[in-house]
């Protein structure tokens, strides 16, 4: 399982600028104005070869001190109780205030693991300042400074430490390959799940959030053997109203993390939403495997081979530069092609381990390559002679041997990774291409 860590803590803290340092990324909103964070942010950190989730649990609107109390509380509440580990966040430039005193309450009474940080520690005499939150009761606080990056690499430390050793799980679970169906609320994912296993396990209805935990199935019909995953809507923050959603959407997150394919589910009466490519980039930045299903296609009325043409062109242009994985109009109310989901997730499934033996490769790239060289940078000449595909890997990888790779840019990777495509089936696997030294 994949750990999650939460970060909270009271408004303008820097909980956002730590997301981004510790992610790499610059995907959360960082301002100076109480409240920017209002969506809650995923991503994945990487430290001392281990992975784990980070979530950043912004998402108050500013109106009255009360408000910012109860909403802090409520995330801090959830967050305690999904994530493995949380960072609790306090200015050392503002000092202890009734808020961080409040937080730090609720986490006392926790038997998640707590790691107190001191942030904006930018000198010396600041670390001197950290020593009043000792009076907070959760030990030793991290000096830390997210702006700088100062203190992030013993804080990283610390986390793996409270994370502890890597789950393996079950071995014969893990040899089972597991299918999760994600997509907006109501979109029809516990309904085709129903449909798959042929009873109402799962209860449907019409209202957004029905399905709050994610729920797995083991399905051994027709020959096949896998967990499904029935896992919550993701929604933007602006339609949720309850608590709830929080806990959810870290469980979607998770199943997501912990499956071999997702299932993605779009309403054939919507079309492809910002919301469903929220969705797509969670399961493209966790390399997973993926099957989109146009789900309620019998409520279309146009059902022509140019509508469909159309309607999957839309799909991979809005998905690109990714578009290699099956599209399957489907109904989860009248059992329509719901058989060819399952067939192309087991498909889609066995692409992620197929291997191309070395003799085969070089035959077909190595005179392709040669035909169409990378372009030469100041002159010098990009040679790549030799290529392999690198066992054992959870996605197919390549990697190609020359003598200048860092003159070799992203376009002639995905030029390498299109003629990979074109000749073995890897549709719906992610792939990666990596340049070496020769």
């Known amino acids: 399982m994949s750990k999650l860590v939460a970060i909270v803590g009271r ?9 981004n340092r510790l992610t790499g990324t610059r995907q959360a909103i960082v301002s100076d104005e109480a409240g920017t964070t209002r969506d809650r942010q995923y991503g994945k950190c990487e430290w001392g070869k281990r992975e784990f989730s980070l979530v950043d649990t912004g998402g ?16 801090v509440i959830l967050a305690t109780q999904e994530a493995d580990v949380i960072l609790f966040l306090v200015d050392v430039k503002n000092g202890e205030t009734d ?34 939150f000792y009076s907070l009761g959760l030990g030793e606080p991290f000096c830390i400074s997210a702006a700088t990056g100062s203190g992030t690499g013993d804080l990283l430390d610390e986390i793996l430490n409270k994370i502890g050793p890597e789950d393996n799980g079950n071995d014969e679970d ?16 516990s309904s085709i799940i129903n449909a798959f296993i042929g009873e109402d396990r799962h209860i449907v209805t019409d209202i957004a ?15 096949f053997d896998f967990f499904l995953v029935d896992t919550a809507g993701i929604r933007k923050k602006n339609k949720v109203t309850e608590d709830l959603e929080f806990y959810s959407v870290m469980r979607s997150i998770r199943a997501i993390e912990n499956s071999d394919v997702c299932i993605l589910l779009l309403d054939a009466t919507r079309g492809i939403e910002g919301q469903d490519m929220n969705i797509f980039q969670v399961i493209q930045r966790n390399n997973k495997g993926l099957v989109v299903v146009v789900n309620k296609w019998d409520l ?21 530069p990714f578009s290699d994985f099956p599209i399957v109009f489907a109904s989860a109310l009248t059992k329509q092609r719901i058989f060819k989901v399952l067939e192309m997730a087991k498909e889609v499934f066995l692409n992620r381990q197929r291997r191309v033996s070395t003799s085969k490769l070089n035959e077909e790239m190595l005179p392709l390559i040669e035909s169409y060289p990378p372009p030469s940078i100041k002159g010098k000449y990009i040679k790549i002679k030799y290529c392999a595909q690198i ?11 020359a003598n200048l790779p860092q003159y070799i840019k992203e376009p002639y990777r995905r030029f390498l990774e299109n003629k990979i495509r074109e000749r073995w089936n890897f549709s719906g696997t992610p792939i990666n291409i990596f340049i070496r030294q020769k």
Request: net charge positive; proline share 5%; hydrophobic share 35%.
């Open 99 to 132: 808020l961080d005193l409040q937080v730090a309450k609720i986490l006392r009474q926790t038997k998640v693991p707590v790691i107190l940080c001191a942030n904006k520690t930018d000198n010396n005499e600041d670390r001197y300042n950290s020593a009043e």
């Open 391 to 401: 066992p054992e890997t959870q996605i197919p990888s390549f990697v190609f041997y």
């Open 174 to 189: 893990n040899s089972i390959p597991r299918f999760s169906v994600v997509g907006r609320p109501n979109v029809g994912k």
């Open 60 to 75: 108050w609107v500013v109106n009255s001190d009360d408000i910012f109390e109860e909403e802090i509380r409520k995330q």
């Open 11 to 19: 408004p303008n803290v820097g909980k956002s600028t730590l997301f």
């Open 300 to 320: 279309v009325e146009d059902k022509s081979q140019q509508a469909i043409s159309h309607f999957e062109n839309a799909i991979r242009s809005r998905m690109a």
């Open 209 to 223: 959030g029905t399905t709050r935990d994610s729920i797995l199935t083991r399905y051994t019909k027709f020959g």
